[in-house]
């Protein structure tokens, strides 16, 4: 089965700041990958996603940007942090279709002050 | 685009007593999954549902799918605190990644 590695576990930034998260896949081939955000007592706000190496495809304008350099990493960035950055940053993967039931991994808590 | 809406959007109940969760699509879905993150914790999940009319049952959990294929419910008979946390569907439409709904989070009271 799918185990999904996300570092770090909690993170402080200040506001312009730059960021960078990663999330690794194990058990897996070539799986769909998310980048999720959480505002705190919130829902979950799609952000990135990506079929493939390389595929990104965006749901929300944000001053974000996600890269796939190898089938099973994904990472999410920022040159420069927002207050309205903060959340809980969750990266998913399905086995292959959207459709498919999707597996988290722990997830980032970031705090932009 | 595809619209979720998710009911009630917050639930507190005393353990021992039954619990429900609605999810209603704008449009008709492919599948419905379902998924709980505990507090502190990520989304773990539960099941999916395919069929017009599909009734799934996981223990005290009791999923359904409507038979138009646009809404889905579940029941949880007989709350217990291990039950505490928020309950997300989310429906495929087919041309789309997933859209999870906004969440119920339920309170378990002892």
């Known amino acids: 089965s799918q185990t999904i590695h996300q570092w770090p576990a909690t993170l402080v930034q200040p506001v312009g700041s730059p960021l960078s998260l990663e999330c690794t896949v194990e058990?897996?081939?070539?799986?769909?990958l998310y980048w999720y955000r959480q505002a705190a007592g919130r829902g979950l706000q799609l952000l990135f996603y990506s079929v493939g190496i390389g595929q990104i495809s965006s749901e929300v304008p944000q001053n974000l940007s996600a890269s796939r350099p190898q089938d099973r990493q994904f990472i999410l960035s920022s040159k420069k942090l927002l207050l309205s950055d903060s959340g809980f940053y969750l990266c998913?993967?399905?086995?292959?279709?959207?459709?498919?039931?999707?597996?988290f991994g722990p997830g980032t808590r970031l705090t932009v002050t | 685009g595809q619209q979720v809406m998710q009911i009630p959007q917050y639930q507190h109940v005393q353990e021992g007593e039954d619990f429900t969760t609605y999810c209603n699509s704008s449009?008709?879905?492919?599948?419905i999954q379902w998924y709980k993150q505990r507090p502190g914790g990520h989304p773990v999940f539960l099941i999916q549902l395919v069929k017009s009319g599909e009734v799934k049952k996981q223990k005290r959990l009791t999923f359904q799918f409507g038979e138009a294929k646009k809404n889905s419910s579940l029941h949880i008979t007989a709350t217990q605190t291990t039950d505490v946390g928020t309950y997300f569907c989310?429906?495929?439409?087919?041309?789309?990644?997933?859209?999870f709904g906004k969440g119920t989070r339920l309170s378990v009271i002892a």
């Open positions: 058990g897996t081939s070539n799986p769909n």
């Open positions: 989310a429906p495929y439409s087919g041309n789309t990644p997933l859209v």
């Open positions: 449009t008709t879905l492919s599948n």
């Open positions: 998913a993967c399905a086995r292959g279709r959207s459709s498919y039931e999707q597996y």
